[in-house]
């Protein structure tokens, strides 16, 4: 697999663990039984909390609630369709954690992340690709947004300082009020939320969108793998509402199995996911990884998947050094991976959304700036001063579509 996805250079250290064999002419071959939505297996937690109210007498109810939150909700900003000239928000700093032996490898790699970010909007402004009259800030997502994938439990969960400090794994967290928690940490990541949720209505609009942030780990009832909300599988609910979809592809090729999204979506046949992943690091999730296996059992039949919206998880964490991926694919690699991904949606003629999520270098903020400008090279996208393109900041992330 990594042989037909990555160049020469770009070979991982170990194997990668995958889904399926992708080639020009597969990536869509899935079963006639998946395209009409029946997975068999465990359902979503969502699928799950609907089957409860079935048996109680009130799916339809329980239905109309969450379309009722997803069509009042405020992350969907109307005045996108041309860029304006806003003034640049001041948003919140993120809680830097400036303690010894913290996180993965005691190097602490989560405070890269937010770092990795605002470095990128740099490189992008430098090489003028950003222009500051044409920012739009999304908006923090709502109690009641995230409550559309995510139990009451797990959101009263993160007012304990203790379990906030468990996900991001800076145990130092655990001491701070929660209060600060909220402001520093955690709002700054709902943030990101709305940027993720708005990034898909910009790449149904417009062709392509970039999320320079996002993450992968976080279920609806569990957050972890420094991600506190599930922002992929807000993204794709709002979309299944609002947008008049209902069939996404997922393409993760992030370092680290796409664990939370994959038990969000396992029993779902609207969704299928393309999951590539070094098998020998976190997360070890047997659970999600059982929804993939069932997927590849029954991908036998000669029907395809033709999805309306693809989100790409385009993790920088695969480079060779980053010390938490343990892959050792070049940065030459990544530009390419991006590339090809890309090239892929524009020839079939399908929304992309991509979110960069890991990488725990210093250099991955380089190697993302720099795939983003070979892409507008390559004409995968058109960013150009008299194109209409937006660009929504939401620290520690940015969004930006054509």
């Known amino acids: 697999m990594g042989r037909r996805w990555l160049p020469e250079a770009a070979k991982p250290a170990r194997g990668y663990a995958t889904s399926r064999a992708v080639t020009r002419g597969n990536l869509w071959r899935l079963p006639r039984s998946h395209q009409a939505g029946s997975i068999p297996g465990e359902p979503s937690p969502f699928r799950r909390r609907m089957a409860s109210a079935s048996a109680s007498g009130a799916p339809a109810a329980a239905e109309v609630l969450r379309r009722r939150r997803i069509i009042s909700s405020r992350l969907y900003l109307d005045d996108i369709r041309a860029p304006r000239s806003v003034t640049r928000p001041r948003s919140p700093p993120p809680l830097q954690p400036r303690f010894a032996a913290v996180g993965r490898n005691n190097r602490a790699p989560f405070a890269q992340a937010p770092v990795k970010w605002g470095h990128v909007r740099g490189f992008l402004e430098d090489a003028g690709l950003l222009q500051s009259d044409r920012i739009v800030e999304p908006l923090e997502a709502s109690e009641d947004d995230l409550l559309l994938v995510h139990s009451e439990s797990y959101l009263n969960s993160l007012k304990?300082?203790?379990?906030?400090?468990r996900i991001v794994e800076v145990p130092a967290v655990a001491l701070l009020p929660n209060l600060l928690v909220q402001q520093k940490l955690l709002y700054p990541f709902r943030k990101q939320v709305g940027g993720s949720v708005l990034s898909a209505k910009l790449a149904l609009e417009r062709g392509w969108a970039i999320n320079i942030g996002g993450g992968h780990h976080c279920s609806a009832e569990?957050?972890?793998?420094?991600?506190?909300?599930?922002?992929?599988?807000?993204?794709?609910?709002?979309?299944?509402?609002?947008?008049?979809?209902?069939r996404v592809m997922i393409i993760d090729l992030d370092a680290h199995q796409g664990n939370g999204h994959e038990k969000d979506f396992g029993g779902d046949g609207r969704v299928y996911t393309l999951d590539m992943y070094?098998?020998?690091?976190?997360?070890?999730?047997?659970?999600?990884?059982?929804?993939?296996?069932?997927k590849v059992e029954l991908d036998v039949a000669e029907s395809r998947f033709l999805p309306q919206l693809i989100v790409y998880n385009a993790g920088t964490d695969i480079l060779d050094g980053d010390p938490l991926g343990r892959l050792k694919v070049s940065p030459e690699g990544v530009a390419i991976?991006?590339?090809?991904?890309?090239?892929?949606?524009?020839?079939?003629s399908i929304p992309l959304?991509?979110?960069?999520?890991?990488?725990?270098?210093?250099?991955?903020?380089?190697?993302?700036?720099?795939?983003?400008?070979?892409?507008s090279k390559k004409n995968l996208i058109d960013i150009g001063e008299k194109s209409p393109w937006i660009v929504a900041e939401s620290y520690p992330g940015l969004v930006f579509g054509m």
């Open 353 to 375: 959304l991509m979110l960069t999520s890991g990488g725990y270098m210093k250099s991955s903020a380089r190697v993302i700036a720099d795939s983003i400008i070979n892409l």
């Open 337 to 348: 991976r991006d590339e090809k991904v890309f090239r892929f949606a524009k020839d079939q």
């Open 222 to 246: 569990e957050g972890g793998g420094f991600c506190a909300y599930a922002d992929i599988s807000l993204c794709i609910h709002f979309a299944f509402v609002c947008l008049n979809i209902s």
């Open 278 to 294: 070094n098998s020998g690091i976190y997360p070890f999730d047997h659970v999600a990884k059982k929804y993939i296996d069932q």
């Open 160 to 165: 304990s300082s203790e379990e906030v400090a």
